[in-house]
């Protein structure tokens, strides 16, 4: 398979691939930007003898706050008249931003319900094309997991083929009633976009940068941070920690000690969100960074603006 | 009995004298400051035929932000050679502001559980000295609650002489728990005062005024807020609410409109604080309330500098 | 007032009497039988003065186990041609045995949230007669919770006067979803006089003797049941307490050892029945208290025929 | 890997194999028996140039309610003198039967959250031999959960590789809290082995056939039970559930229809088990199969007996 290189998260398939004997191929990419169209085409007209069975991408990688643009690098498959099956990882996307696996010709999509869900780590979803379906049933790979026979075929009549997680299957339903009823997905979406503005707002009042490089692809679950040079962002996460009981995200791999990440997604609010970022701003001057004290200032100014429309958005 | 006329919650007192033929005398009093030691002993010197038999005082006004120094009330009492009992109402500061019942001479302290002790309503305290105990044996007043000889007699073997709210009590034991044992009751209050103090900085970054004028009786818990002159509170409060999920307390009967209360009491802490005043700040400027955007930062000024020690407060 | 005597829980009157400045008048009463209407009748005519002001009756006397028949009674005061108003207590029936404030002419009904309704105590219902409402502007007796005018007022907004128990109110919309739509009343009903037939069975099983003597006035919510001459009901009750963890209720003053009380209402299915029979089984023959250990069969063979019928019951 | 044939779970290793490209080699046995030491002993002595890797046990078949005897099975690869690692799957027995990794040689044992250790499914456990732990480092079978190095890499510093499932780890904590201090894990087992010998008397007290043949395999967790010839389980196991809400286990693969059984492990007391019975009992008759209504009747006398001791079991 074809791994494209993003950040952390997608590095992870080369530990699976040791363990599962799988062959990943990854395409090198910059951290700072999502999977690149141009050189997926590239890399699949390339494949003449179409070796390479699946494109694997992660939606929005948790260790960076950087997504990818998912119907942009359906058209590059395409494009390139590639039979690879497309694969997307939506762990931290689902439910916080924007996806839509049949319109955007994914293949195979996996989701977590630890993130947008709200519910304790414990289940998993594998949204599966008839492709994907179609291929499986050729394949040698040994596996686990993604043998979706058995779970298909006891689901048709609700039952799971081995002990199921009842009580999250429980929070499942109560989460989605919330999500789809009473909040209503389009407003979800408007909720972490309006979050994620006011919080590169508020790193760029701090005099930081948006670890991002591209607009287009801003997370809304979550913003990486780029430290200042000479400054240890664990050192930082740490005093803000034990100062405000606030635990950011670290940098992953290669970006340990470089930048940290704040997080804006699932059951968050206004408020919650001026409170993780007044715990920022207080713990970076705390921790001696040298940054401006504009940051929750910026955010509450954009925050009260975009407000002050006649809707009231979720409580 | 004599009642210190301090705010909402003591002309209360009012209603249940209607209720219950209890005969009660206002001591008038400046709802911006606590009760008055000098007038209570000028009061009680002019009871030559001791006919009052109580002072009472609320420790906490909940309607205005404002402590009674119970200490030097105690000692007016004293100077004044009345044998009336004290009785003191902690509803809003026991568990959050320094209280002594035995030190500081009271007979009868009254409290409830869903302030300070963290837990839904349901359960109260009476704290009861042996005087006010040998008092209650000649009253002639009809009274259900405090009728303590059942409850005393019962409680000498663990029981209650009617059902008991038993969720509660185990409410009650885990969060004496984490008051007395896990944070520690100073670091109770001194998170408390450090909170109030913060807010009052915030009010003043605003332009505004705290109602509290005596420094001596800000109160631990909630601070009170002065609306400027023809801007009402209610109306800045609803779209507080509306825009930020986030409500304040209201000016209680003559206060109606005039200002606003912020409660910090409870489990709380630093971000959540920043949470709150962050929404009342964007709120007063939704709410078209001239106000100086310098709050949010003094707040956080002092609580970063505060916070600045080695030692780290509870999470 | 005229109480009429059918247990101890109606003797508490006394004791509220002596608090509240009350006058009670007692109208003697055979414990094991509910309020007598001819009784009542007979003092009501006797009454040419109209001083009586209300008859009170418990409709189901927790500490015995039997009901009163509350139509009937209302009758006797109608025949009787006096104005007193009629008042009872629901506290353990209703929500579990059928009862009709407005259709049996009610004019003051008081209920409580820890029995039928599923919920720890707290809250406290009264259900008002228009007639009810009117005596009240009169009354000059002091009164606290019985001083309904604040909480009529405020209720018109869904606000409450003083603080309310928020989560209490949580749970009763959550048990009034689960008796009025999920089970339906009548089939709450139905559950329960189905499990105290079964229980009055087992006693009968063992041996032993159902304290209420006329079927008429049986409880549905609980059974109590004499002891064998010569046993101290309190001991038995220790012995199962602590060899099958099962709490049985005691006999109240003057039935103190001489029966216990088996509780069968909320939350309760045929399963939960039938381990508590078959606690009291066990507990009885360890405690050597002689009795036949025919009590679970027949319980079971009610149950069993019972249930043979098409439609499921609630679980 | 050899597999002792014991049951249902014992043979999901066949769909295991086939996903995961391992080669198992099944010892046939007769399910109503636990794994054969001899046969065990008989076939490594076969397997002169040992190609045989481990041999896999489960410990408690949840399929059949026999148990296989751990220490002997030992004993018997051990008389083979085969270097085979030694596995057992201990899914329904841990905390509920007496079970000893180091003492008893087990290289690999399993289990998981959601038996004996009274918490929702969703944590497994693997403890793990020296050698085990060795054999890995040359192991070629593609891998995830059975990878342990990283767990014990992060473990190191109290950390997961992967999102834990925090909350559960919460519950583990209050659950070991629970076996180890507050009940103790001798009085656990003692419970367990109580209410499984209650249930086998009710078992014959209907007139049937525990399903486990050898009293030292009684499993003290759960005893399955055969139907009566030309009786279907699975229909009585319906009629049950409707009637009183309880679910029994069904018979798996070559046993469907043919037995049921019945749970009795976990947060599990006397009363609880007498419900259960009770309802089997009755549900039995229900459903028209022909048994003597004399179990409840049978299991009682064996708890009250052994109950008419001096101390008090756990509740």
Redesign the interface.
Known sequence: VLMAETGHFAMLWQ??AE???LEVEFLPGDWRRGADPDAIEKRLRADSEKRLKAVCVVHNETSTGVTSRIPELRKAIDAAKHPALFMVDTISSLASIDYRHDEWGVDVTVA?S?KGLML???LSFNCISPGALQATKNARL???YW?WD?MIANGKSGYFPY??????LYGLREALKMLLEEEGLDAVFARHQRHAEATRRAVRGWGLEVFALDPREYSASLTGVLMPAGHDADRARKVIL?????SLGTGLTKLGGKMFRIGHLGDF????L???L??V??GL??AGVPVK?EG??AA??Y??ES??QPK?AA?
Chains 1, 2, 3, 4 share one sequence.
């Open positions: 530990k699976m363990k599962l004997a977590g630890q304790p780590p414990g040994p596996r686990s043998a058995e002990t199921p997680a009842t009580n999250l034990e100062a405000f009981d606030l609010n206004d408020l919650m001026m409170g993780t007044a715990g701003e207080m001057g705390l004290k929750v200032q509450m100014a925050l009260a407000r002050a009231r409580a």
